[in-house]
């Protein structure tokens, strides 16, 4: 019994990092149609400014490394995606790709490519026994706090008027605009919760591993944009069931693939996902605005 | 209220709408005919703001607004029934009317609009915690015509607002145009059924390969002249 909850833990840990870095990829692409591969620098730069700010008391180190990212994500829209708005797919996806060199070679010139190492929340190297069991706090803050903002998220999509006019840019920019939905003011709001996410996400990883690098978000965008391929590109909740659905496999892989094997988990992982593409093209979810209209 | 001057819009190499000159005053419906392809659909894009780079001078109650972009034209008061509905499916009815007053900047009397256009359409209040993918065709075309009167629009762009109708529907879209012409609001109707929509329209444009080929007053033009007018055999009159 007790493998089976430390299986579970581990999967919604898992699943739980997959869903908030597809989530914050699938948001962009819902409304911009771009696949934003600077999404894994908006977390660089949440896992350098929590090294930055690590002097502070942790809440305000969080906090402004979250702000921070928010405010990045923000400036990304501003100054590289807003003047290159409704070109190609191509054209965003290279200026993305762009993007990405560059925030990686700016880091780089300011941090070198030594990883460096923090401490971000003493708690989250800490376990705590129920019942027999050790669960790690950091994964107990990690469930928690997806299922938090996957909530919060989840009631400013439905219940706000920003939120209603996002999934309606989802499903037909051009039509949005035309009833008099700001696309500016719509955008800027993907990309800041966007962030929000990229942000979180950032100060998990590093209260994870201790350790931040200018490739550190490499590993979590690959892993985000498959969980949102999963889900369906563009669908919110796609996204969500496709990072958990990603988190459980590669738990059952760690549980269950022999020694020899289980070094080459994430390979099995990603054949599992390259069938299941193959059969579901458009992933678990059908989005609208991808769909042919009748 | 709306006066269009030499509107060139083009799609790449393709002249879609040439020196189309147009005018309708305040309250009135004036039809705008012409076979598949004349440039009907192009010409109420470029009103409504989607051709940034079409030449000429659209000007709304004197302003220019050719180039704005869709949004600010929307808030200026100009809105736009497409032609296939393009209602969100995936927002329910409710969020679908609300998305319709984006535009406006008295949000007090949104949900007493609202209101109102659910009885206009009654089968909307059966809808408005559904998908509004779920509905039919015409529930979905009564949609879009009331997601476009939410916004309280000064000109309403109707792009073939009876197509692919059953019967039944037609009458209630003409009904309804009949309705709001009476409430005085100004509409520009793009329709294939020209018979009634020269019944219900003021004054009509016929386009023909992206040119305006005839203009003409209420009884002026008979919806069996349009054939021929549409295989090239009249020009201005």
């Known amino acids: 019994m007790t493998t089976i909850i430390q299986f579970v ?24 149609q771009l696949v934003n591969f600077a999404h894994g620098e908006l977390i660089m730069i949440g896992g350098y400014a929590v090294y930055v700010f690590s002097d502070m008391p942790w809440p305000l180190t969080i906090a402004v490394a979250v702000a921070v990212v928010v405010l990045s ?17 191509a054209t965003l996806l290279i200026s993305s790709f762009a993007l990405s060199f560059l925030l990686q070679n700016v880091g780089q010139m300011i941090f070198t490519t030594l990883p460096k190492s923090t401490d971000v929340v003493p708690l989250f190297t800490r376990s705590v026994d129920v019942g027999g069991l050790t669960i790690g706090w950091l994964s107990i803050v990690t469930i928690g706090t997806t299922a938090l903002l996957l909530c919060l998220l989840a009631v400013f999509m439905g219940r706000t008027e920003t939120g209603v006019q996002m999934r309606a840019a989802a499903e037909d920019f ?73 988190g459980f496999g590669s738990a059952l892989l760690q549980q269950f693939l022999p020694d020899g094997a289980a070094g080459y988990r994430d390979a099995f992982l990603f054949a599992g996902v390259f069938a299941l593409m ?17 | 209220m709306l006066r269009v001057e030499s509107l060139d819009v083009r799609y ?52 220019g607004i050719l180039g704005l972009g869709p949004q600010p034209i929307a808030r200026r008061g100009i809105s736009l029934v497409p032609e296939g509905r393009r209602i969100f499916t995936t927002l329910t009815v409710g969020e679908n009317l609300r998305i319709g007053a984006s535009a406006r900047r008295d949000r007090a009397s949104v ?43 000064r000109l309403l762009l109707l792009d073939e607002p009876s197509l692919g109708l059953a019967p039944v529907l037609v009458d209630l879209v003409f009904d309804t145009i009949e309705q709001l012409r009476a409430d005085g609001l100004t509409i520009l109707l793009v329709e294939q059924n020209a018979s009634r929509a020269l019944d219900v329209a003021d004054r009509c444009y016929v386009m023909r390969s992206g040119e305006l080929v005839v203009s003409a007053s209420q009884g002026e033009i008979r919806a069996e002249d349009l054939a021929d007018i549409y295989l090239g055999g009249r020009n201005h009159s």
């Open chain 1, 9 to 32: 833990i581990d999967a919604l840990t898992a699943g739980s990092y997959y869903a908030l870095f597809a989530l914050g990829i699938a948001l962009i692409f819902g409304i911009m």
């Open chain 1, 73 to 89: 994500a923000l400036l990304m829209e501003r100054l590289a995606f807003r003047p290159i708005r409704g070109a190609n797919p």
């Open chain 1, 174 to 246: 051009e039509m949005a605009e035309l009833c008099g939905v700001r696309s500016n003011r719509v955008i800027a709001t993907a990309f800041g919760l966007g962030g929000l996410l990229a942000g979180v996400g950032a100060v998990l990883l590093v209260g994870q591993t201790g350790s931040i690098s200018i490739g550190m978000g490499l590993t979590p965008v690959l892993f985000g944009f498959t969980a949102a391929a999963i889900g369906g590109l563009g669908s919110l909740p796609g996204a969500v069931v496709g990072g958990y659905v990603l």
């Open chain 1, 278 to 294: 193959a059969f579901r093209p458009g992933g678990l979810f059908r989005v609208a605005a991808l769909s042919p209209r009748v």
């Open chain 2, 12 to 63: 790449g190499r393709v002249q879609a709408v040439r020196s189309l000159c147009l005018e309708v005053r305040a309250g009135e419906v004036v039809a705008l005919l012409g076979p598949n392809g004349a440039g009907k659909t192009t010409t109420l894009t470029a009103i409504a703001g989607q051709h940034r780079k079409a030449g000429g001078v659209v000007e709304l109650e004197g302003e």
């Open chain 2, 111 to 153: 949900e007493a609009d609202i209101e109102r256009e659910l009885e206009r359409f009654p089968v909307l209040r059966t809808y408005l915690h559904s998908e509004a993918g779920k509905m039919s065709g015409g529930e979905q075309q009564q949609l879009a015509i009331s997601r476009a009167l939410v916004s309280r629009p």
